[in-house]
């Protein structure tokens, strides 16, 4: 297999699926692969179906085209139990386009990692429109208004979630941080996950709100996981390509919980976990959890804080080890790589840096 | 003080492959004999033993996974036929959500049927079973014959009341059906616990027939002679567990052989390399114990949750003086050099009873949690006593929590992995 650069893409075809999904991974590698092989097996399936799906920047749209993010809102676990019957997502852009009279032209992901950055593929295989090569997040933050569409003045309402019961739920809401709250309550009764239609706008707005080749690259990352290399020269090529950096090696010798104070608005209690430096200085970092790493300390100095993308690589596996299935004992590299640069400025920061995880210290990188 | 040799138990490993089948005497990782024959007769291979062996052994461990690998992976194998249904809330609307990912169980699986119900992780009901629908699937189930049938439930790992209510009617309607429910395996993802239960239910007949063979040809080798069989993740259940859970069976033979060459080094903690025809492939064994995970099996096409041994390609790993190999593991590297299938019988041989739990909880409280992990020990505990342990002997050899990325504040998976002692296994008639 090939390891070339492929600059943004133009479509997305079947042959890309596999990659697509382990670079969806890397930018979010909180949850593991329970639903693998069920999503892998239904894209490429639609997508051999239907031929590939054409991905656009938004400036190549005409500006007055509508376009809708989507997204899976909810538990990656739930999601992998009770896996989507096939019209969820299609279902909510429906119910949108009945709720605000409109039809929309493209579809584009919420956030461009984990499952959330297929599942717009799928529907724009089935809807017959273009996926935007865009999104708002750049990786995977727990709420839905930490956007740069949010901080660029739009709203994520009126929005839709279809859950894998049938039902349907639509949210008109002023302040988008009430709508992340009103949802959440009404997607545990929904089963645990449901298709999240939201952020209607035009390409226009996108243009100036979104953050543009999110998608293609995923594909490009993926295909440098799919090789199979020992983790030294994984992390290099992934350094290579992503900007990541290597802060240490070391085992994994304790998981806590309620670690810090909890604030039962955000997904996932705060948990740690602390690994003991195998060689180099012998440091033991400690991991932040909540749902993605947000923090880590390497002998009790800040290292690296949201909104960095902190991730682990099993070193026996030479694979990315999730959140999901971490084991004392598991040997692991700590990869840290900046995000985009909208999430360092004083908004940004205040959105979802350090502070907003209950960690109030200033940002390393802004030190 | 030093131990009597005599007192020193010996224990007998055997692998039967289609091909050939293979049987060591180990004591205390010590090779005493080893006897190979062509086929997979177990009568054959036991007969191979030195009476002074046979006089000395305490218990007989058989792997069987070979056998049932080769069951499945044939298209022609004799697999039974199975019936899948799944309690939802809604079938797919699409084909491909309709079906299994792995052409190897869609080959299995000759009807499918899906009937409205099912709950969430946490257990909360999210429809009531439809019983209208689960007496028309008896009635087309009866009327077509079909004997195996695999049942998952949508949340049966933290609710089993649907899967076990569908399960109850259709032994009802079938009492010789053999049916496979999910909730006796655990873990996450309708595909790979849709994967586990069908293959379980596939794999029945065939099991109890090498089963049969296995315990007639062990009452006449020694009368009242413990037998073992195999599991996945190194370890080993009864044979009349195995006969109701076979799919626990697949992939042993991966783990026995990196449990084998480690029992040979002496050491307890080391990666194992082994060759494999697509290229070396590298394990890990700690305390002695196989390193395992879920949707891990190699080989078979398509996931389980069930555990088996973690394997990885070995690519930059030169050889076991590679001091890049020694940092990256942190600890020694092991190269696998003997016969393979030896391997697997010496591994076999030094195997101890295991049991594994891969659940979702909710807590509230660090309390809390110290009370789930301990209810997860104690039923891991009981569940390694099901699986053959003496009472008593089971410690828990790995325990992970961990917060539920996305899922509500609280959740946590919870994982736990217990093994009965090897040694105190009672001599026949004692």
């Not at chain 1, 699926?17 to 991974?25: H, N, Q, R, S, V």
């Not at chain 2, 138990?9 to 190979?36: C, E, F, N, W, Y």
């Not at chain 2, 586990?196 to 009452?219: G, K, Q």
């Amino acid at each position: 297999m090939s390891i070339g650069y492929v600059g943004s893409g133009k479509s997305i075809t079947a042959a890309d699926i596999p990659a697509l999904y382990e670079g969806a991974k890397f930018y979010s590698p909180a949850v593991g692969d329970a639903s693998k092989a069920s999503l892998v097996s239904w894209l490429m399936d639609l997508l051999e179906r239907n031929g590939p799906v054409v991905l656009v920047r938004p400036d190549a749209l005409p500006p007055q085209v509508h376009c809708v993010s989507l997204c899976v809102i909810g538990s990656g676990a739930a999601l992998a139990d009770l896996p989507p019957s096939g019209d969820e997502f299609v279902l909510a852009v429906r119910e949108l386009e009945h709720v605000m009279h409109r039809r929309f032209g493209a579809v584009y992901p919420l956030a461009a990692a984990t499952i959330s950055a297929l599942v717009p593929l799928a529907a724009a295989s089935q809807l017959d429109v273009p996926l935007l090569d865009a999104d708002g997040m750049g990786r995977t933050f727990a709420l839905i208004h930490h956007t740069s569409m949010s901080l660029a003045g739009l709203s994520p309402a009126p929005l839709v979630v279809r859950g894998p019961t049938g039902e349907t739920v639509t949210i008109e809401v002023r302040a988008s941080a009430r709508a992340d709250t009103l949802l959440r309550s009404n997607v545990d009764t929904l089963g645990g996950w449901a298709a999240l239609a939201s952020y209607p706008c035009t390409a226009g707005d996108l243009r100036r709100a979104a953050l543009p080749s999110t998608v293609s690259r995923l594909i490009n990352v993926g295909r440098l996981l799919l090789e199979p290399v020992g983790a030294d020269v994984l992390v290099t090529r992934l350094a290579a390509v992503t900007g990541c950096q290597r802060i240490g090696r070391g085992r994994i010798v304790e998981l806590e919980h309620l670690s810090r104070p909890s604030d039962v608005t955000i997904p996932a209690h705060p948990s740690s976990v602390v690994i003991d430096e195998i060689g180099g200085q012998g440091r033991l970092f400690r991991l932040e959890l909540r749902s993605e790493i947000v923090a880590v300390f390497a002998d009790g100095a800040l290292a690296a804080a949201a909104p960095d993308l902190v991730c682990l690589v099993d070193i026996l596996r030479g694979e990315l080890a999730t959140l999901d299935s971490l084991e004392p004992g598991d040997v692991v590299d700590v990869l840290v790589m900046p995000a985009d640069a909208i999430w360092y400025s004083a908004e940004g920061l205040a959105m979802v840096g350090p502070t907003s995880h209950g960690i109030p210290l200033d940002h390393p990188r802004r030190r | 003080m030093v131990a009597n040799r005599a007192d020193v138990p010996v224990h007998v490993g055997m692998s039967l492959g289609p091909d050939r089948s293979q049987a060591v005497v180990v004591r205390h990782r010590t090779v005493l004999g080893s006897v190979s024959v062509p086929g997979s007769d177990p009568s054959e291979l036991l007969s191979g033993i030195r009476p002074a062996d046979r006089a000395q052994a305490r218990s007989v461990t058989i792997d069987i996974s070979r056998l049932l690998l080769a069951a499945v992976l044939q298209a022609s194998g004799g697999l039974s036929p199975v019936a899948m249904i799944r309690v939802r809330p809604r079938a797919a609307t699409d084909l491909a959500l309709g079906r299994h990912p792995a052409e190897v169980i869609e080959r299995l699986v000759t009807r499918r049927f899906t009937i409205p119900g099912g709950h969430d992780l946490f257990g909360r009901e999210l429809g009531p079973l439809d019983r209208q629908a689960l007496q028309a699937v008896c009635r087309e189930i009866e009327r077509d014959g079909t004997r195996c049938i695999a049942v998952v439930a949508a949340g049966s790992q933290a609710q089993p009341r649907h899967e076990r209510e569908v399960a109850d009617r259709l032994q009802a309607v079938l009492p010789d059906a053999r049916i496979s429910v999910a909730y006796d395996f655990g873990g996450l993802g309708l595909a790979p616990r849709e994967a586990t239960v069908a293959l379980n239910s596939a794999l029945s007949d065939i099991a109890e027939d090498i089963l049969d063979a296995c315990e007639s040809a062990v009452r006449r080798w020694t009368p009242g002679m413990p037998l073992h069989v195999g599991r996945g993740d190194g370890g080993w259940v009864t044979a009349s567990r195995m006969r109701t859970l076979p799919v626990l069976g697949l992939g042993a033979a991966d783990a026995l052989e990196l449990l084998g060459a480690a029992a040979l080094t002496g050491v307890d903690d080391c990666r194992v390399l082994l060759d494999r025809p697509s290229g070396r492939v590298v394990g890990d064994v700690r305390h002695l114990l196989v390193a395992v995970r879920p949707y891990a099996l190699h080989g078979l096409g398509t996931e389980l949750v069930v555990p088996t041994a973690a394997l990885t390609g070995a690519d930059g790993v030169q050889n076991a003086s590679d001091p890049m190999a020694w940092r990256s593991g942190d600890v020694p590297l092991v190269e696998a050099d003997r016969d393979p299938d030896e391997l697997i019988c010496i591994g076999a041989a030094v195997s101890r009873p295991t049991a594994w739990l891969d659940e979702i909880a909710f807590i509230e409280s660090t309390d809390e949690l110290e009370g789930i992990r301990r209810d997860a020990q104690a039923r891991a505990t009981a569940i390694v006593t099901a699986n053959g342990a003496n009472p008593g002997t089971a410690d828990i050899v790995e325990m992970s929590t961990v917060a539920m990325p996305y899922s509500p504040s609280g959740t946590v998976r919870v994982r736990v992995r217990v093994a009965g002692a090897l040694d105190i296994r009672s001599r026949p008639g004692s």
